[in-house]
Every structure is written in C-alpha cells, then in structure tokens.
C-alpha cells in the first residue's frame, strides 16, 4: 500500500540553525500538508500546498517557515532559525485533492526535531 | 480558534472491556473523523462521518456524527491489547483537502 514517508525520523539541531525536513507524499496525490506535535499535546496544522503554491497555513506558520516541493517526488518545510519551541513531531500528509469530501489525508510516520 | 475537546483524557480498561470516548466542539464541522495514534507514528483515520446523526462501524469500533454538528462519540468493543494508543477525534470542512483540527486526545491503555 503507498504511504507517505519522511525523513530524516529524528533531527536535533542547535537554535538558530536552519533545517529542512523531507517528505515523499503518495506519488497520484496533489495536496500536501505540514503538521506539528509538541511532545503530549495534539495535533496542530501548520500549512497546505496546492498547485506549488501555499493553500491555507495557520498562524503558527510564520516567516520562519516556508514549503517547497523542489521536485516531482518531495516536499520539504524549512525552518529558518530554529527556536527552543519548534522542537515537535512534525508530520507530512497528504490527499488527492479531488474536493470530494470523502478525499482522505494520510500521514507519514513524522520527523522528531529537538532543538538544543 | 476551534477547539475540539475529549473526554476523558486517560483511560485504563481490561481486556474484553467496552470503551466508550466523546468529543465536544466550539464550532460545527462538516465532517468528523476519529484517528489513532501508536507511539512514534503518525494519526493513522479509522473512521470518517459525512452526515450529522450518521452511524458508522468499522470493525470493533462504531462512531457517530452528533445531530448538532458539534459533536461525536467513539465506542471500541470488546478490547484488545493492540488497541492501546491515543485516540484523536478531529474535524474538517466539506472538501477533504481542508485542514484538519485535531482533539486534545484520549490515550488507551489496556490491561491483558
């Protein structure tokens, strides 16, 4: 079954520094999405990408972050200058992007970043 | 914002046992779903409800989509030791490419 996978699984870096994580969303799927989870609490959307270009984004997705999908294959958000509170599960997902309502986001396994 | 609250937040239950969880919201929703979380994955969708009043089963597990919108309720029967996990309402707008607000959760854990 195709699944969305990210990498790297876990990133530690020191603030200030700029990191870029990586996923592959479903090869037929059109839409993609970044989410965030701070460690025990929910899940929070950070931003959605139609068409190489931004959808929709949340207020946590400031001019920190930005999306990219620099191929045909991935898609990629960076984080400028990494702070204390970015350290999260962030999770890529995906969908068709038919509109249907019964079009589903599917989500890969997440990347862990700590930030030092 | 919307905020989508559960209940309860922690439950221990044994084996066998049926268990029952609810989820409240601030604002209507045009579709509700339920997600599973297992440590160090990713919301994997169990259930998705497309109409208010809507009754749907998928296996053990049996959800439904509140009259008013603004609601919905997870039953799991007859519990398994794989079901431990944390247990994610959320909700969503007509189109499925809309974004996803997530509950705060309720973390399962089952007794052998």
């Known amino acids: 079954e195709p699944e969305v996978t990210q990498t790297p699984s876990h990133q530690v870096t020191q603030m200030g520094q700029e990191v870029i994580l990586r996923c592959v969303p479903i090869?037929?799927?059109?839409?993609f999405y970044w989410y965030r989870q701070i460690l025990g609490q929910k899940v929070e959307f950070l931003v959605s990408f139609y068409n190489n270009e931004i959808s929709e984004k949340s207020e946590i997705f400031d001019d920190q972050f930005s999306v990219e999908r620099p191929d045909g294959s991935n898609f990629t958000l960076k984080i400028r200058s990494t702070k204390l509170e970015d350290s999260a599960m962030y999770f890529c997902a995906s969908s068709m992007g038919t509109g249907s309502v019964t079009d589903t986001q599917y989500f890969g396994p997440g990347t862990r970043l700590t930030v030092l | 914002g919307q905020q989508l609250n559960q209940s309860p937040q922690s439950m221990f239950i044994q084996e066998g046992e049926d268990v029952s969880m609810n989820c409240t919201s601030s604002?209507?929703?045009?579709?509700w779903l339920w997600y599973k979380q297992d440590p160090g994955e990713g919301p994997v969708l169990l259930i998705a409800l497309y109409k208010a009043g809507e009754l749907t089963s998928n296996g053990r597990l049996t959800a439904q989509f509140g009259i008013t919108r603004k609601d919905s309720f997870l039953n799991i029967s007859a519990s398994i030791p794989s079901d431990v996990g944390i247990y994610f309402c959320?909700?969503?707008?007509?189109?499925?490419?809309?974004?996803?607000?997530f509950g705060t959760g309720t973390k399962l854990q089952v007794i052998p």
């Open positions: 090869s037929n799927h059109l839409y």
């Open positions: 959320a909700g969503r707008g007509w189109g499925g490419y809309q974004k996803v607000t």
């Open positions: 604002s209507i929703f045009n579709t």
